[in-house]
């Protein structure tokens, strides 16, 4: 099964300040196919996970542009450029690229 | 929007079975490969199984392999989880979502399954 890590676990910031997240792979996420299939969610307390982010840096439908996705082959960054409030959650990274997918153990993202 | 609708959750022993569903609305059901995922309490999701389309092909966690089955009815807008003997850390809420290219995009809002004695 493919392990996915993310740094930091915590990450206390400051409203309007940028925020980011690592998450490595423990091998490459390159599909067959070519295709990189990453993708970011963030869950607010009490929800279901929202996905953000697909194939490294693609963002669904209504997400805002302050939050974006970069990397290649096992490592890769979702960043915030200004956290806001509603940006408290806890934010996961998924592989889609071989079965069974896997999440990232999630890092929290809390306002100092 | 698309919307996905669990049920069936509830408390079971150990050893039981437990069916869960999940009723898709406003999207063309038979289109999408879904999944299901879970989250134990207090931990991160936890992807458990897929199914195409058609119901063709299916996938699992090795931690669910042999005890959990994937289903569909399209003609009934609805996803299953036949879930067999049950443990305790089978114990968390159960999301279905629908699939995009290699991820889910839209995800119901989760029926809570806890196993305990």
């Known amino acids: 099964d493919i392990v996915m890590t993310q740094t930091p676990l915590s990450s206390p910031v400051t409203l309007g300040q940028p925020a980011s997240i690592s998450c490595r792979s423990s091998r490459s996420l390159v599909h067959t196919n070519g295709n990189t299939y990453l993708t970011w969610l963030q869950q607010r307390p009490g929800q279901p996970p929202r996905p953000l982010i697909y194939?490294?840096?693609e963002r669904f439908s209504g997400v805002p542009d302050r939050f974006s996705g970069s990397g290649a082959g096992t490592d890769f960054t979702l960043k915030i450029s200004r956290v806001e409030v509603e940006d408290v959650g806890v934010y996961y990274c998924?592989?889609?690229?071989?079965?069974?997918?896997?999440f990232g153990p999630g890092t929290k993202v809390e306002i100092k | 929007q698309v919307q996905l609708v669990e049920s069936g959750g509830g408390v079971v022993q150990p050893g039981r079975s437990l069916r869960l569903s999940c009723a898709g609305s406003?999207?063309?059901?038979?289109?999408?490969?879904m999944s299901w995922v879970r989250q134990a309490p207090g931990k991160g999701p936890e992807w458990v199984a897929i199914i195409s389309t058609d119901g063709s092909q299916t996938h699992y966690s090795n931690s669910v392999k042999g005890r959990f089955t994937i289903s569909r009815d399209n003609a009934k807008n609805t996803l299953f989880l036949q879930m067999n003997s049950l443990r305790p850390d089978d114990t968390g809420v159960y999301y279905c979502a629908s699939q995009c290219e290699g991820c889910l995009d839209n995800w119901g809002q989760g029926t809570l399954v806890t196993v305990s004695s």
């Open positions: 998924m592989q889609g690229t071989d079965f069974p997918w896997t």
């Open positions: 194939k490294i840096s």
């Open positions: 406003r999207m063309k059901f038979s289109d999408f490969g």
